[in-house]
């Protein structure tokens, strides 16, 4: 167990629904990251946020987006889903940011779009 | 731009042998590396990592990782596979100053009885 909590760990939608994704950092870690693991595109880096401000940007389309709240909690928010954005989707921390500092990942959630 | 290659898609070895994943990076400076697992239905486990000092990087669960500048290279090695490794290793790479890690495509390792 990781410590990285992530809600829900399974969703099934259709194409043009929003959902939102939660991630609990491990007790501790201002920095909070997501990824999306697809079989076509493996593991992308998508955003990153310490300590509720956003710190790095990676492949994260414009129909998604994040932060992170006072508690430091996240959310990921995908929305106008395609059948393309069908992935299992990581949250991950670590304390202080960084790539010098163990990332952590969660089990993720796996997002199926109909 | 860094990049992480991992040239074997799946590997089969049997149980008690040993056993090496390949891994190689492209970067012009020493990046921090960075061996994951995945275990069917799990989120990703950090196996070992290097970041600089002594190129031989022991990890958790027995596996080691040996960095070669000159080959470009981090691969991860263990003597002696148990059926519990059956997984997905992914290599990873980062760099000072950037916040992303850049991942692999990944190796799946099958162990025959």
């Known amino acids: 167990d990781s410590g990285v909590t992530q809600t829900p760990k399974h969703l099934i939608t259709a194409t043009g629904q929003r959902v939102t994704l939660r991630c609990s950092p491990r007790?501790?870690?201002?920095?909070v990251y997501w990824y999306q693991q697809s079989l076509d595109q493996g593991l992308q880096f998508l955003i990153q946020?310490?300590?509720?401000?956003?710190?790095a940007k990676g492949n994260i389309l414009e129909r998604f987006s994040a932060q992170q709240f006072p508690d430091l909690h996240s959310e990921l928010n995908l929305s106008s889903l395609e059948l393309g954005d069908s992935a299992l989707y990581f949250c991950?921390?670590?304390?202080?940011?960084?790539?010098?500092?163990?990332?952590?990942f969660g089990e993720g959630s796996w997002l199926t779009v109909v | 731009a860094q990049s992480v290659t991992q040239p074997d898609i799946h590997i089969t070895v049997s149980e008690g042998a040993s056993l090496e994943l390949r891994c190689n990076y492209s970067?012009?400076?020493?990046?921090?590396l960075f061996w994951y697992v995945q275990s069917p239905g799990q989120g990703l486990q950090l196996l070992l990592k290097?970041?600089?000092?002594?190129?031989l990087v022991q990890g958790i669960k027995g596996f080691e990782a040996e960095f070669k500048r000159s080959q470009s290279s981090f691969n991860l090695r263990k003597p002696s596979v148990h059926w519990s490794d059956a997984a997905e290793y992914f290599c990873?790479?980062?760099?000072?100053?950037?916040?992303?890690?850049?991942f692999g495509t990944g190796t799946r390792l099958t162990i025959i009885p």
């Open positions: 946020y310490y300590n509720g401000e956003e710190r």
């Open positions: 991950a921390s670590s304390g202080r940011g960084g790539v010098g500092n163990t990332i952590y």
């Open positions: 970067y012009g400076a020493t990046p921090y």
């Open positions: 990873a790479v980062g760099i000072f100053g950037n916040e992303k890690l850049t």
């Open positions: 007790s501790g870690d201002l920095s």
């Open positions: 290097y970041f600089s000092g002594d190129t």
